[in-house]
């Protein structure tokens, strides 16, 4: 959806993004290990505005963090 600008369920071209945080603190951490204990991650999230499919996408500036996090294991 976002190299696309197309929505991979139904086709559509209607995409919104928002970007937000990844949590952590008290509410679940989606990011662990690629951010500073003391701030939030941050997310970028795609909605498809004809089916309501949703994706997130981790941001360029956190990718790298997550590869070097022990938190992620590398799974291919
Ligand atoms: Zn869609």
Do not use: N
């Not at 976002?2 to 951490?29: F, H, L, N, V, W």
């Not at 999230?45 to 499919?53: E, L, T």
């Amino acid at each position: 959806m976002k190299r696309t600008k197309k929505c991979s369920e139904c086709d559509g071209r209607e995409i919104y993004r928002a970007e937000i945080g990844a949590g952590g603190g008290y509410a679940p951490d989606m990011l662990p290990g690629a951010h500073p204990w003391w701030r939030t991650g941050r997310l970028e999230v795609y909605v498809c505005g004809s089916c309501g499919h949703y994706q997130f996408f981790v941001p360029e500036e956190y990718l790298s963090k997550v590869k070097e996090s022990k938190k992620f294991a590398r799974y291919s």
